[in-house]
């Protein structure tokens, strides 16, 4: 008899521990990490576009604006070395042919100058800053690199018999059409003195020339 009461009293008190554990053990149980698949954009990178060329070397064809002699054609080479992202040096030859002034059109004396002074050359080193580096798109989908960039040098100019220091002031505009290739605007004012009249002048001599640039 005593058995059967103590039975009866056990089992409930089983049954409550039972449901109180169960809670408990699910609640401090630790559960399985749930996978979550990653949605990345993964972009393929080439190589060989990554380029640090530092040397350049480029050939342009335009006019110059001889002050007092017309203006005729100009052709120049160039060869740079890009220091770093923003400073260059450039090294430059060019020659021209100047025409007659409006003295010698207008009056029947002898020319100013033969036909080898009247042949301009010049050389200089010019140092450059990329002032406006950026982009310009030809459509929505199809853009180039470019940057605009001013320079300021000196040389030497042989015009007239004589030789004369040179200050070259340039803006200079190019266009990245390949990694390796560019498209060149530049335009500049080549100061230097002059004695064809026998006095010494200033003048200001104006060019604007295009052409291309090549990386190396």
Known sequence: MENWHRRLLL?????LASMVATPLSAQT?????????????RRDVVDDLLDSE????????GIISVEDFESNPWFSAHLGY????????????????????????????????????RELRYYGLNIGYNLFPGEIFVSPDWGFNSVFSIELGGGSTEFAGDEQFTVDLTTNFRVFLTDWIAWDISMSDYVFNTEVT???KTTHNLTFATGVAVYF
């Open 82 to 117: 890009h220091l770093s992202e923003y400073f260059y040096v450039k090294a430059r030859y060019a020659l021209a042919d100047a025409g007659e002034t409006s003295f010698e059109k207008l009056s029947n004396t002898a020319p100013l100058l033969t036909d080898a002074e």
């Open 29 to 41: 149980a630790p559960q399985d990490p749930v996978p979550v698949p990653a949605d990345v954009d």
């Open 198 to 200: 026998g006095a010494s």
């Open 11 to 15: 089992t409930p008190t089983l049954v």
């Open 54 to 61: 530092n040397f350049e070397f480029g050939l342009q064809g």
